[in-house]
T-cell receptor, first 111, second 112 residues
Framework: GQSLEQPSEVTAVEGAIVQINCTYQ??????LSWYQQHDGGAPTFLSY??LDGLEETGRFSSFLSRSDSYGYLLLQELQMKDSASYFC????????????WGLGTSLAVNP | EPEVTQTPSHQVTQMGQEVILRCVPI?????FYWYRQILGQKVEFLVS????????KSEIFDDQFSVERPDGSNFTLKIRSTKLEDSAMYFC??????????FGPGTRLTVT
């Protein structure tokens, strides 16, 4: 089967940089996605790595290493509004493209 | 900006009743999904729909569940006989050719 592990909670201060790690087990996948979810809200897409390496989108970057079964999300210049849950998710290979989700990391950004 | 919409936002039903959750995906998208999230837990895949048919379903998606895309715009999830453990937030999502899945705001289903 497929499984993902990520830390349950991370705390940081405004303006800082935080890295959320994700390790996974899978027999095959297209890529690794990252989603943000505020309390009571819908997941919103942040980043996707189809290939190894770093993808940068504004303050957010994501990294994938298939040989290490590892990825991370890097959040820079943290703002209070970044307090949310962050999920890594494997995009399945094939026509279904389903997402298999990790348990999520709750990020608290303090002043 | 196009968005996925879902109705109702909250549905309360009694155990054993049928519910239909409705979604309008983004119009030119190709892939459609239902996920659910029990309060405080991770998002779980239920079913994916592509080319007018189910492309994959999870072990959660048993005979009590069905999906339809009746008119080319709506995408519905039906639960025939609800159980207490079906209480969750149900998210519809759609995607085009890219990796990003666009999620609707969700329907909170409460089974009493």
């Amino acid at each position: 089967g497929q499984s993902l592990e990520q830390p349950s909670e991370v705390t940081a201060v405004e303006g800082a940089i935080v890295q959320i790690n994700c390790t996974y087990q899978t027999s095959g996948f297209y890529g690794l996605s990252w989603y943000q979810q505020h309390d009571g809200g819908a997941p919103t897409f942040l980043s996707y790595n189809g290939l190894d390496g770093l993808e940068e989108t504004g303050r957010f970057s994501s990294f994938l290493s298939r040989s290490d079964s590892y990825g991370y999300l890097l959040l820079q210049e943290l703002q209070m509004k970044d307090s949310a849950s962050y999920f890594c998710a494997l995009m399945n290979a094939g026509n279904n493209r389903k997402l298999i989700w990790g348990l999520g990391t709750s990020l608290a950004v303090n002043p | 900006e196009p968005e996925v919409t879902q109705t109702p936002s909250h549905q309360v039903t009694q155990m054993g009743q049928e519910v239909i959750l409705r979604c309008v995906p983004i119009s030119n998208h190709l892939y459609f999904y239902w996920y659910r999230q029990i309060l405080g837990q991770k998002v779980e895949f239920l079913v994916s729909f592509y080319n007018n048919e189910i492309s994959e379903k999870s072990e959660i998606f048993d005979d009590q569940f069905s999906v339809e895309r009746p008119d080319g715009s709506n995408f519905t999830l039906k639960i025939r006989s609800t159980k207490l453990e079906d209480s969750a937030m149900y998210f519809c999502a759609s995607s085009g050719r890219g990796a990003e899945q666009y999620f609707g705001p969700g329907t909170r289903l409460t089974v009493t």
